[in-house]
Structure formats: structure tokens, C-alpha cells
């Protein structure tokens, strides 16, 4: 079945990086779009990035020229580059992918 497991949240200081990582599996990865949301305390979700199945990308106005979203077939993994972190990036990151979400992973941007 499908299945997307995110990795690589944690604290960071303002400013700071972090990259995220979503491990694929169970579907032709390489065939789908795949999506970057967050979700922050007390807010919707909200989309963050996407990257086509032909390596097109796109972001959300508040993460453009910050954020880097990428892809690795041959791994079934997508990345989520994030650098000039602000407090207000904080909150949980999934992916998303045929239809399923990953379980999330915390990032939390803080002195």
C-alpha cells in the first residue's frame, strides 16, 4: 500500500536550515506529483511547494526563494530544502502523494 514517511524536523534558531525528506514506497513514484503542506498550531493546512512528475516545481508565496523542493526517483524520496527559517515556519510538514499523507514531521523555529 502506500506509504510516505517524512524525516528530518527538529528545532532550529532563526535563520537556520533544515532539510526534510519524504520516503516513498508502495506506488510508481516517479510517475506522481508529490506536495509539501504544513500545518501550524491553531491554523489549516496549507500548501507549502509541489514538484510534477517531470521535475516542475511550485511554492507558496511565503516559503518562495527560502524553500527548495526537489526529488530522487531512483531513492522514491522527495526533499524539502529550508533555509532563512522564521518563527512562523513553524509547524508539522507532510507530504502528500497518490491521494495519501505522511504521518507529518515537527519543525520548530525558535531563539
Known amino acids: 500500500q502506500v506509504q510516505l514517511v517524512e524525516s528530518g524536523g527538529g528545532l532550529v534558531q532563526p535563520g537556520g536550515s533544515l532539510r526534510l525528506s519524504c520516503a516513498a514506497s508502495?506506488?510508481?513514484?516517479?510517475?506522481?506529483?508529490m506536495y509539501w503542506y504544513r500545518q501550524a498550531p491553531g491554523k489549516e493546512r496549507e500548501f507549502v511547494a509541489i514538484?510534477?512528475?517531470?521535475?516542475?516545481?511550485n511554492y507558496a508565496d511565503s516559503v518562495k526563494g527560502r524553500f527548495t523542493i526537489s526529488r530522487d526517483n531512483p531513492k522514491n524520496t522527495m526533499y524539502l530544502q529550508m533555509n532563512s527559517l522564521k518563527p512562523e515556519d513553524t509547524a508539522v510538514y507532510y507530504c502528500?502523494?497518490?491521494?495519501?499523507w505522511g504521518q507529518g514531521t515537527q519543525v520548530t523555529v525558535s531563539s
Open positions: 514538484i510534477t512528475s517531470i521535475g516542475s516545481t
Open positions: 508502495g506506488f510508481s513514484f516517479s510517475s506522481n506529483d
Open positions: 502528500y502523494g497518490r491521494g495519501k
